[in-house]
C-alpha cells in the first residue's frame, strides 16, 4: 500500500476550507436575515429551512406578510422574497423604487426594458404577469387574486440589499 501523507493532509485542508466556507456562507445567511428583519422595524424572526419546503436556502426570514429565503446557491447573500397580500399603493411604492434604484444606463441603442415591472393598470384584472430585469430576464412575478384587492410579489433571486430597500418601501420608509 503506497500512501501518499502529503495528498492526506492535503485532503484534510481541502476538507477543512470548505466546511469553513460552508460555515461562513451559513453565518452571512443568518445576519443577512437580521438585516431583513431591521429593514422591517425589528418585526420577523429566522427560521432553518428544509430540502422541499421551498427553495433550497440557509434560512428564512418570516414576518407578517414577507418570506425571504437566503438562497444556498448565494454566500448568504441573494434571497427569494415573496410580498403577500400587497396593497396597490405598497406596490406602487415598490415599482417605483426598484425601476428607480435599477434605471438603465446604456446608449440609446439598448434593448432595455423602460418599465420592466407591471403598472397598476395592467394588474386591475386577476391574474399573474412577469416582473423583468431591464435586459428581458424574468425577475419575478406579480399576482392579483380573483377577488382580492392586494396583489403578491414574489422575486426570485435578489441581491440581499436589495430586498431590504424593497421591504423598506414597502412599509413607507425612505
Known amino acids: 500500500m503506497n500512501k501518499n501523507p502529503t495528498s492526506d493532509a492535503m485532503a484534510t485542508t481541502f476538507r477543512a476550507a470548505r466546511d469553513g466556507a460552508r460555515a461562513a456562507a451559513k453565518a452571512a445567511a443568518h445576519v443577512a436575515c437580521l438585516y431583513l428583519i431591521e429593514a422591517n422595524g425589528g418585526r420577523g424572526t429566522i427560521h432553518e429551512t428544509w430540502r422541499g419546503e421551498g427553495p433550497d436556502s440557509w434560512c428564512k426570514m418570516a414576518a407578517p406578510g414577507i418570506?425571504?429565503?437566503?438562497?444556498?446557491?448565494?454566500?448568504?447573500?441573494?434571497?427569494?422574497?415573496?410580498?403577500?397580500?400587497?396593497?396597490?399603493?405598497?406596490?406602487?411604492?415598490?415599482?417605483?423604487?426598484?425601476?428607480?434604484?435599477?434605471?438603465?444606463?446604456?446608449?440609446?441603442?439598448?434593448?432595455?426594458?423602460?418599465?420592466?415591472?407591471?403598472?397598476?393598470?395592467?394588474?386591475?384584472?386577476?391574474?399573474?404577469?412577469?416582473?423583468?430585469?431591464?435586459?428581458?430576464?424574468v425577475r419575478g412575478q406579480v399576482t392579483r387574486g380573483a377577488s382580492s384587492s392586494t396583489l403578491d410579489l414574489t422575486l426570485d433571486d435578489e441581491p440581499v440589499g436589495e430586498v431590504a430597500a424593497l421591504i423598506r418601501l414597502a412599509r413607507g420608509d425612505r
Open 67 to 137: 418570506d425571504a429565503h437566503i438562497l444556498t446557491e448565494s454566500l448568504g447573500d441573494r434571497a427569494r422574497v415573496v410580498f403577500r397580500c400587497l396593497t396597490d399603493a405598497e406596490y406602487e411604492r415598490i415599482r417605483a423604487g426598484a425601476e428607480d434604484r435599477n434605471a438603465c444606463h446604456h446608449d440609446e441603442e439598448c434593448d432595455c426594458d423602460d418599465a420592466p415591472w407591471p403598472a397598476l393598470a395592467e394588474l386591475v384584472v386577476p391574474g399573474t404577469s412577469e416582473v423583468g430585469f431591464r435586459d428581458g430576464e
